[in-house]
Every structure is written in C-alpha cells, then in structure tokens.
T-cell receptor, first 114, second 108 residues
Framework: NAGVTQTPKFRILKIGQSMTLQCTQD?????MYWYRQDPGMGLKLIYY???????DKGEVPNGYNVSRSTTEDFPLRLELAAPSQTSVYFC?????????????FGPGTRLTVT | EDQVTQSPEALRLQEGESSSLNCSYT??????LFWYRQDPGKGPEFLFT???AGEEKEKERLKATLTKKESFLHITAPKPEDSATYLC?????????FGAGTTVTVRA
C-alpha cells in the first residue's frame, strides 16, 4: 500500500497561472480532503469529498476547485494563482464507516506563487 | 465553531526530561480527539484517537489523556527522535479542526 500520494512535491507559479495538484489513495477510502497549512496556523480544510461525484466546500474554498470522478483520485485545481495561495497543501483520506474518521495524509505539495 | 488551542507553541527538552503538551478545545458534540505527529517536510502521521473523558492511550514514550475540555500528550523520558511537531484535532461532525501544533525539540 502506497497510502496517499501527491504530486508534485514542489512548484513555483507566477501570479495568474493555473495548475492542478494531484492526489491518489489506494486504501479504498470513500472520504477525501484537501488542506492547506500556513506557518503558525492549523491545517485549514479547503474542500472535501464523501465519494465519487460528490464534493463540498470546506473553510477556505475561494480560489480553488475540485473534482472526484473516481474513488482513488481527488485533484485540486488552482485558477489564477495569487500570492495568498502560497502554502503547503495536504491531501488526506479516511473511511466513511464508524463513529470517527481517522485521516491519513499525503506528503504534501509546497507551492510558491510569485 | 469548533476551536482548538495548543500550548506551548514550542518546547525544548533535554533527553530524558519528561513533559506534557496541552490541547484545549471547544466543540459541539465531540466524536473524537486526535493526536498527530508531523516531521519537517512531511504530512501528519496519526498517533491516537480518544473518544471520551477519562480515556488514555499509550504508544512507546507517548501517553494521551482526555478530559471534557482538554487533552494532554505526555512524553516520558524523550529521545532526540521524538523531536517533531505534535498536532491536536477534534471532530465534531465529518471534519477535523486542527490546532496550530506544539514543536518539540529534544536535545541529546
């Protein structure tokens, strides 16, 4: 099991450019999440998905879009990149059954917008 | 809105010097409290889930406890490899709300 994988690991974008952060999990988890982590701040939820074809906004969705066409993949799209989107992005997944949902995280993508 | 506050922000320990990290929370209907470890440049790694006040869990030199308002992560006789940022999170419904973390540095 590779768990949760993310690509790329690092990326530098110019203001106004677009890109897609890739996320794949091989644990057959129904729930998937995108977070951003800024220095001195807790992880903030951007978008989440409860299954293929179903997505919803988290705390900080502005400037981002997602899609979920398969159980395994949950890409995050940045349109018109801004300096405020400089951050480390983490993808996570969890089971949907049970009382609580332990989330398993990928290694992250460090994005700089200049 | 769920809130999580961790203290201290940073903790420097000598090898073998035991200490505790605090996680204070407010949540409507706690489903679970989670502790994660995060090494520099990596994603958070799951450590523990606590479900109800009075519960305790242990893993090697780490012990997590839970009350109705806070959780503690006790590090007993730490080693340099315990150096990391420890994150606390609470689940009120489907999502986790994270604290900013406590960065622990253990010197040999």
């Amino acid at each position: 099991n590779a768990g949760v994988t993310q690509t790329p690991k690092f990326r530098i974008l110019k203001i106004g450019q677009s890109m897609t952060l890739q996320c794949t999990q091989d644990m057959n988890h129904n729930y998937m999440y995108w977070y951003r982590q800024d220095p001195g701040m807790g992880l903030k939820l951007i978008y989440y998905s409860v299954g293929a074809g179903i997505t919803d906004k988290g705390e900080v969705p502005n400037g981002y879009n997602v899609s979920r066409s398969t159980t395994e993949d949950f890409p995050l799209r940045l349109e018109l990149a801004a300096p405020s989107q400089t951050s480390v992005y983490f993808c996570a997944s969890s089971y949907s059954w049970g009382q609580t949902y332990e989330q398993y995280f990928g290694p992250g993508t460090r994005l700089t917008v200049t | 809105e769920d809130q999580v506050t961790q203290s201290p922000e940073a903790l420097r320990l000598q090898e073998g010097e035991s200490s505790s990290l605090n996680c204070s929370y407010t949540v409507s209907g706690l489903r679970g409290l989670f502790w994660y470890r995060q090494d520099p440049g990596k994603g958070p790694e799951f450590l523990f889930t606590l479900y109800s006040a009075g519960e305790e869990k242990e893993k090697e030199r780490l012990k997590a406890t839970l009350t109705k308002k806070e959780s503690f992560l006790h590090i007993t006789a730490p080693k340099p490899e315990d150096s990391a940022t420890y994150l606390c999170a609470v689940q009120g419904d489907y999502k986790l709300s994270f604290g900013a973390g406590t960065t622990v540095t253990v010197r040999a």
